[in-house]
């Protein structure tokens, strides 16, 4: 979701509860909006991130192979932060950011259950179909330029697939609740700069797990399905309910619920006298 910078007019910075009522209203004027408008926004989120995946195949095929995993993941978690650098600069509506602001509204009852669940259905389906869209050129263009060996995304999905479910439930809760960080501390930065480097190490750190991220995953996943990688639909349907349901957590829970706890419910007296003191300097 869109954010703006977190100094006013005199350039004092803002306290944590002007954050949150900034990221309030945001989420309200998303939750406002046309869905074929949040569904476009969602399409081109979708497009974008998946430039991760396409990058991380990219990095594979042209290494030849790493002799050292750390190497390999610290490659690969550098080169898909890039396509969150698109999708967050970019702010366009990414799920996973949806995940984290969209559920203050309804804490604070601006916005009910009903509104959060429309914005993130048309959020979530956008990014999954821009994802299968952006599969299906990786799939036909790829191997055709030779910038894409089909194995590559073999080893990207191998690191995904073959675990139990609560694994993966538990990795994609950790990648929600980065992903929830990311969102919040951009709101909270002062200038772009700082927003690109919150971005970057961030969500680094989702690719060097690699944890498990719903829409990033997709793309790889389905680019691996069509290039006849050993993905089944199956398998893939595995990873993406168990890997939503944890973003939803990761992010909403632990980044969403609790800063607005803290916040609305305890930081009050404390913002009240920050802002007094910030006046009188």
């Known amino acids: 979701m869109s954010s703006d910078s977190t100094s006013d007019p005199s350039g004092a910075s803002l306290s944590y509860r002007n954050i949150l009522e900034r990221e309030m209203e945001n989420a ?9 408008g949040v569904f476009l926004s969602g399409l081109s989120a979708g497009l974008n ?6 990058l991380m195949g990219m990095v594979l095929t042209y290494s030849g192979g790493f002799e050292s995993r750390l190497v390999q993941q610290a490659a690969l978690g550098g080169v898909s932060s890039i396509a969150f650098l698109f999708v967050v600069i970019g702010q366009t509506e990414l799920f996973t950011a949806h995940s984290t602001m969209a559920i203050l509204p309804v804490l604070d009852g601006r916005a009910t259950v009903r509104d959060l669940g429309r914005v993130w259905s048309v959020t979530y389906v956008s990014n999954l179909f821009g994802c299968a869209l952006f599969a299906g050129l990786i799939a036909v263009l790829g191997p055709e330029m030779g910038v894409v060996d089909p194995a590559s995304f073999g080893t990207l999905s191998s ?70 990688q050993g993905v089944s639909l199956g398998q893939y349907g595995h990873f993406l309910l168990w890997t939503t349901v944890g973003n939803v ?21 404390h913002d009240v006298a920050f802002e007094a003191a910030d006046r009188d300097d």
């Open 49 to 54: 991130l998946s430039f991760g995946a396409l």
């Open 249 to 269: 957590v990761g992010g909403g829970v632990f980044v969403g619920l609790l800063n607005y706890g803290h916040v609305a419910l305890a930081g009050e007296a």
């Open 28 to 36: 309200l004027k998303e939750i406002d909006r046309p869905p074929k």
């Open 159 to 228: 690191a995904l697939l073959g675990l139990s479910w609560w694994v993966i439930f538990l990795s994609g809760v950790v990648a929600g609740w980065l992903m929830g960080l990311v969102t919040w501390l951009s709101a909270a930065s002062r200038d772009t700069v700082g927003r690109i480097l919150f971005v970057i190490i961030g969500t680094a750190i989702i690719g060097f797990g690699p944890f498990h991220h719903s829409i990033l995953g997709t793309t790889e996943l389905l680019t691996a399905l069509l290039l006849d």
